[in-house]
T-cell receptor
Framework: QQQVKQSPQSLIVQKGGISIINCAYENTAFDYFPWYQQFPGKGPALLIAIRPDVSEKKEGRFTISFNKSAKQFSLHIMDSQPGDSATYFCAAINTDKLIFGTGTRLQVFP | GAVVSQHPSRVICKSGTSVKIECRSLDFQATTMFWYRQFPKQSLMLMATSNEGSKATYEQGVEKDKFLINHASLTLSTLTVTSAHPEDSSFYIC??????????FGPGTRLLVL
């Protein structure tokens, strides 16, 4: 119940396209859902986050869509750029613990 | 944004030795810090929660006698890998935040045990 399932495992997108990463959870005690971006050999960096009482949040090219009834949420990267190539992790917070999804390796080709 | 530092960034040690990794919050105080382990091309796995002034809380399956955690001040937590073995080789990452929803991650420490 503490798991956060993430798909796809890898994603290849052409420059300018939309990258979509999906996550699902079971534990309704999760109350905060951040997304992290990680470059090779670096620690994750907070990208954007959402609370379950909000259906959508947009920050620049990044949008989170949240479906509370389905217990699913997704990250959309609009106008994807080669610099967006990284591994993306969805996560969920329960009390103080941050539970990570399995990660999606995104490659954006020119 | 807030900064969390880790030291060292990379360490190579012989099997059987102990290695200490430091995690510092540079511009905020953190009563709680978290330690993660990440194997290549895998997700971050929470190892333990470091609590300032009290004992760390370890996740199931993590040996507390092998991974010693000390949170001596509001800005410093240390992870000591005792009697390290090759299977302990991994990327260790800490996180801390001024509030629980905002966790800043350190740059990570690459440990290689020969």
């Amino acid at each position: 119940q503490q798991q956060v399932k993430q798909s796809p495992q890898s994603l290849i997108v052409q420059k300018g396209g939309i990258s979509i990463i999906n996550c699902a959870y079971e534990n309704t005690a999760f109350d905060y859902f951040p997304w992290y971006q990680q470059f090779p050999g670096k620690g994750p960096a907070l990208l954007i986050a959402i609370r379950p009482d909000v259906s959508e949040k947009k920050e620049g090219r990044f949008t989170i869509s949240f479906n509370k009834s389905a217990k699913q949420f997704s990250l959309h990267i609009m106008d994807s750029q080669p610099g967006d190539s990284a591994t993306y992790f969805c996560a969920a917070i329960n009390t103080d613990k941050l539970i990570f999804g399995t990660g999606t390796r995104l490659q954006v080709f020119p | 944004g807030a900064v969390v530092s880790q030291h060292p960034s990379r360490v190579i040690c012989k099997s059987g030795t102990s290695v200490k990794i430091e995690c510092r919050s540079l511009d905020f105080q953190a009563t709680t810090m978290f330690w993660y382990r990440q194997f290549p091309k895998q997700s971050l796995m929470l190892m333990a929660t470091s609590n300032e002034g009290s004992k760390a809380t370890y996740e199931q399956g993590v040996e507390k006698d092998k991974f010693l955690i000390n949170h001596a001040s509001l800005t410093l937590s240390t992870l000591t890998v005792t009697s390290a073995h090759p299977e302990d080789s991994s990327f260790y990452i800490c996180s801390a935040g001024p509030i629980r929803e905002t966790q800043y991650f350190g740059p990570g420490t690459r440990l290689l045990v020969l």
